[in-house]
Nanobody
Framework: QVHVVESGGGSVQSGGSLRLSCTASGYTYSKRCMGWFRQIPGKEREGIAS??????????AYSDSVKGRFTISRDPTKNIVYLQMNSLRPEDTAIYYC???????????????????WGLGTQVTVSS
């Protein structure tokens, strides 16, 4: 049983930074991928960053909306993924979700339907 838990959300002023963490317990697939998604009430969930999680150089993908401001990283020994969020904007306000896939995500890095295990989300609020 894979259990995904996010932490690190909160409130920050525009231009500030936050770091989210995600731990996936029981996540033992040989080829793995974890991603960060966000959702504003009334809108579709958006994939913003993903990172491969198996041997070799990490493969990373970002959405255009966060590229250059957010950085995804991993600690593969502990199945932990981080999302460093800098230069935050009010439009970044959302619930942020972490997800894990049962296979490599090269063909679906930021697509919600490719991920199998989801956390409950953590709120990020950016005030102007």
């Amino acid at each position: 049983q894979v259990h995904v838990v996010e932490s690190g959300g909160g409130s920050v002023q525009s231009g500030g930074s936050l770091r989210l963490s995600c731990t996936a317990s029981g996540y033992t697939y040989s080829k793995r991928c974890m991603g960060w998604f966000r959702q504003i009430p009334g809108k579709e969930r958006e994939g913003i960053a993903s990172i491969s999680f198996w041997a070799g150089p990490a493969r990373i993908a970002y959405s255009d909306s966060v590229k250059g401001r957010f950085t995804i990283s991993r600690d593969p020994t502990k199945n932990i993924v981080y999302l460093q969020m800098n230069s935050l904007r009010p439009e970044d306000t959302a619930i942020y979700y972490c997800a894990a896939a049962r296979e490599d995500c090269a063909s679906f890095p930021l697509t919600t339907t490719g991920y199998d295990y989801w956390g409950l989300g953590t709120q990020v609020t950016v005030s102007s």
